[in-house]
């Protein structure tokens, strides 16, 4: 996938010259609280240059994309694969500056992102993990395409609280709404 136009957006691979939008946007602690710890808060230019570097080199079966829009990079869609027994299974996520939320941005990406998987081939499942006090990005999953199978109660602490991690997985040898 070297860029794909969307109606209200552009995925492209991440470039050195994104590093100033990507502090602006990732510096968000309503971002971060969302997402891992591998997400730094605060979010430096010393974060955002590695990740440009570190995302245009992809290691193995993954794929890091900036979600561009006016030009700007303003977030980031992708999915690493994994080692071992669990290498058909993809890691999907994603995140938008939240100037750019309530838009069907990240919808419009992550779709364009399975349609993308489903070609290439790489993986017979992606998974992803939502904390249970995200349900924009649950539904973002469910238009996408995956499904909710579990809930693992109490297993993510994060922003000083304790919450659940729903799981959702996309299978692509199923036929979804
Ligand atoms: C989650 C996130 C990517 C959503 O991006 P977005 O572009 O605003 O999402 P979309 O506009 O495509 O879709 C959001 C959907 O959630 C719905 N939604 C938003 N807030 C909601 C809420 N509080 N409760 C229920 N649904 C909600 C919207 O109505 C929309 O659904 P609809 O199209 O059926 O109406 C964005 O909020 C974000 O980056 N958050 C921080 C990082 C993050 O959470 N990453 C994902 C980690 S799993």
Sequence with gaps: MLATTLPNCIL??????????????????KVWRNLT?????????ANAQFWVQYASQPIGKSLHLAIVVDGQAVG????????????????????LGERYWGQGIATSAARALVLHLAQINWFVRLEANVFAWN???????QKAGFRQVGCQRQ???KDNALTDSVLFEYLFGEITA
């Design 12 to 29: 492209r691979p991440w470039q050195k010259n994104d590093v100033a939008s990507l502090v602006s946007h990732a510096n968000n602690h």
């Design 37 to 45: 710890d591998n997400f730094p808060h605060p979010y430096t230019q």
């Design 76 to 95: 980031g869609i992708g999915v690493d694969g994994q080692a071992g027994i669990y290498q058909k299974t993809g890691l999907f996520g994603y995140w």
């Design 135 to 141: 349900p924009a990005s649950m539904r973002v999953l």
């Design 155 to 157: 297993s993510v602490f």
